[in-house]
């Protein structure tokens, strides 16, 4: 039976599998990605040990599959931004999501770019995360590097460059530059104007079921792959997510916990938020489609930092038993997860982490579910924003790391108050791509006929009343307490921390 190679890098792994027409994930190997912090709040991936990673692990997963693997699809984080030299090689790591160098800069940033009008056209609040703020940090605070740059892109622009040699990128990565118009899916020349750059410095822009080229012949020979694999584009991590979900027909919200979480859902048409600052970020996903919602940046990495941090030598699996022997609420105890800042303007990018609450009688238990309610709550305030724009959600499907356990997918139903359906496909990621591949390349009509038969689902959480009812009072103290603290963030980095981290 036929296959393609699906890969998904990710901000904390890198995935690959091989993937059948069926939706059946015939192998699959990951490994984790070294996050480097050469400076206070750098995050970054290496970009040659990434590229040598991923060449490992397609070996690894085609194995003596070869001759069966019709191409190979990508998918890859938001928020990825790497200089490059006139001969394409790296000036700096990889930049992920992760890394808040940028906000020492963002207070110009928001004075000196007509941030209204930016969002208007891209769907992009003021987000530190963005490349157009990540541009304007390098050539303010590294102007060397600045001046040695003849191109910049995001992870799929570096590695579909290092595969099938073609500088390209595709809409729903380049929608988090906050540079392309998502009307257009294309660079506006306006903000480029604006950020002092030309459009050769960036990747062409293509859609997301184009195939860019084909194996060079030494990746081929590489990765055991034939000669001339077509290699298709794909999607941004979080949109494979949301076709693996089955979320193309925008019928059901998206819910997926990992080490960010986010909720969206797919619309026919761009829908901006009608407040300001804004809460919603729009980003292109295929044609004639767009992915509506809103993220949070902290969620696995807050619960990551607790295990690694406070709960030194337990699993996952531990920490989530101790969190269920408690009640909901926690007793009174409520974690703000705000380790690397937010997106949500309410909470602002100088966030920073807070346990609210404790107690001489709270334990480990408390703290956890704490940490479980306090994403489930910054979720809640991007349903109430969607809400707000009259786009109604009546159900979720959720997945991620974070829905492996029943836990988290019930808190979330409860909290939202909203039927929650846990996916049951086997790594949605790489399904959702896989269906993208298999249409392009004629296996199916469309993707609404690859969903019919790639997608699965399972377990379903209806939200209880009793707790619904106790999570309501809490999540308003919870956005109170972030109401009250907000202010004081600026004043605490600048007092404590001497440069945001």
């Not at 027409?21 to 970009?47: F, N, T």
Request: charged share 25%.
């Amino acid at each position: 039976m036929s296959s393609v190679v699906v890969v998904d890098v990710g901000t904390s792994n890198v995935k690959v599998g091989t993937v059948d027409p069926s939706g059946e994930l015939l192998s699959h190997a990951s490994r984790e990605l070294a996050v480097e912090r050469p400076e206070k709040g750098a995050a970054e991936h290496d970009p040659v040990a990434l590229f040598d990673v991923l060449l490992s692990l397609i070996r690894e997963v085609a194995g003596d599959q070869g001759d069966t693997i019709e191409g190979l699809v990508l998918s890859g984080y938001h928020g990825g931004f790497l200089p490059l030299d006139r001969d394409m090689q790296p000036l700096t790591g990889l930049i992920t999501l992760l890394d808040t160098r940028t906000k020492v800069v963002m207070d110009q940033f928001e004075r000196e770019f007509p941030m209204e009008e930016i969002y208007q056209k891209t769907g992009c609040p003021s987000l530190f995360i963005y490349a157009l703020p990540r541009l304007f940090w390098l050539r303010k605070e590294k102007p060397d590097v600045f001046s040695n740059s003849r191109y910049f892109s995001d992870v799929k622009g570096y590695l579909l460059y290092r595969l099938a040699g073609s500088f390209s990128t595709e809409p729903s990565v380049a929608s988090a530059t906050q540079m392309i118009n998502i009307r257009e899916n294309d660079w506006d020349d306006g903000i480029l104007d604006i950020a002092g750059i030309g459009r050769e410095t960036l990747p062409e822009v293509v859609d997301g079921d184009t195939v860019v080229g084909e194996l060079s012949g030494k990746v081929a020979r590489t990765t055991g792959l034939p000669e001339r694999t077509p290699v298709i584009s794909g999607v941004y991590d979080g949109g494979s997510m949301i076709l693996g979900m089955g979320g193309y027909s925008g019928e059901v919200g998206i819910c997926n916990i990992g080490t960010t979480a986010m909720i969206r859902t797919c619309a026919s048409e761009p829908i901006l938020d009608s407040v300001s600052p804004p809460r919603l970020q729009t980003y292109s996903l295929l044609p004639d489609r767009w992915a509506i919602g809103g993220a949070v940046n902290n969620a696995g990495i807050s619960l990551k930092w607790f295990r690694d941090t406070l709960s030194i030598g337990d699993g996952y699996e531990e920490i989530i038993t101790r969190a269920r022997g408690v009640g909901p609420g926690a007793d009174g105890v409520f974690c703000l997860p705000f380790l690397t800042g937010e997106r949500d303007p309410r909470v602002g990018n100088m966030a920073s982490g807070v346990f609210f609450g404790i107690k001489d009688y709270h334990t480990s238990g408390h703290l956890s579910r704490s940490i479980l309610e306090g994403v489930a709550y910054s979720l809640r305030m991007v349903l109430e924003s969607l809400q707000d724009n009259e786009i109604q959600v009546d159900s979720l499907r959720i997945g991620g790391s974070g829905a492996k356990s029943d836990l988290w997918p019930s808190i979330v139903s409860d909290v939202l108050n909203l039927s929650v359906t846990k996916s049951m496909t086997p790594d949605a990621t790489l399904i959702g791509s896989a269906m993208v591949a298999f249409t392009r390349l004629g296996k199916y009509s469309s993707l609404a006929e690859a969903t019919d038969a790639m997608v699965r689902t399972g377990k379903v959480f209806e939200p209880d009343e009793d707790r619904q009812e106790r999570y309501m009072e809490a999540y308003d103290f919870f956005v109170e307490l972030i109401s009250k603290l907000r202010d004081m963030y600026p004043s605490h980095a600048a007092k404590f921390l001497g440069t945001e981290n």
